[in-house]
Structures are given as C-alpha cells and as structure tokens.
C-alpha cells in the first residue's frame, strides 16, 4: 500500500510538459515579393507554379505524424539551392 501511495504522490509532482508546436505558416504570405525574390531566387508566382508540378510527388497521402506541406519542402529545396546552406544567412 506504501508503494501504491508514494507512486501517486510522485505522479502528482511530476510536471507537465508543454508541447512546442512547430510554425508552419506560409512564408510566401507573410514575406513580400522582394523579399521572397531575394530569399528563394524566384517570384511567388513561380514558386506556385513549381509546387503545382511536384504536389503529386512530394505531397503525402495521410496526415499522420504531421508531414511537412509540400509548399515548405519546395521552399526548403529552392532556398538550399540559392544558398548552398540549410540556414538563413
């Protein structure tokens, strides 16, 4: 019954973790067109265009484990190509 008691009270003092919850929003609506132009190397309308051709392929078929939106993964390839870096400058 000691066991059962102290696991509760431990139980009780455990703290809760708080999740962090990644920012997904959409880069191309809250960048302008200059700046997406200097990051990206490409107009949004173009960046759009591509994402239209390989949604198909890159765009996963459930929602589970929360994939990354096609839209980032273009985004992430077109900046690794304009920089040759995986971060911002």
Same mark, same amino acid.
């Given at each position: 019954?000691?066991?059962?008691?102290?696991?509760?009270? /431990? *139980? /009780? +003092? /455990?703290? &809760?973790? =708080? +999740?962090?919850?990644?920012? +997904?929003?959409?880069? *191309? =609506?809250?960048?302008?067109? =200059?700046?997406v132009? =200097? +990051?990206? /190397?490409?107009?949004?309308? $173009?960046?759009?265009?591509?994402?239209?051709?390989?949604?198909?392929?890159?765009?996963?078929? $459930?929602?589970?484990?929360?994939?990354?939106? $096609?839209? *980032?993964?273009? &985004?992430?390839? *077109?900046?690794?190509?304009a $920089?040759?870096?995986?971060?911002?400058?």
């Amino acid at each position: 019954m000691a066991a059962f008691v102290d696991r509760i009270n /431990r *139980l /009780r +003092r /455990r703290q &809760l973790i =708080e +999740r962090v919850v990644a920012d +997904r929003s959409n880069p *191309l =609506e809250v960048l302008s067109a =200059e700046e997406v132009r =200097e +990051r990206y /190397r490409f107009c949004p309308e $173009t960046i759009h265009f591509i994402v239209g051709v390989v949604f198909n392929v890159l765009d996963s078929p $459930t929602s589970r484990s929360l994939p990354v939106p $096609t839209l *980032l993964s273009v &985004l992430t390839a *077109l900046q690794f190509f304009a $920089t040759g870096c995986h971060h911002l400058l």
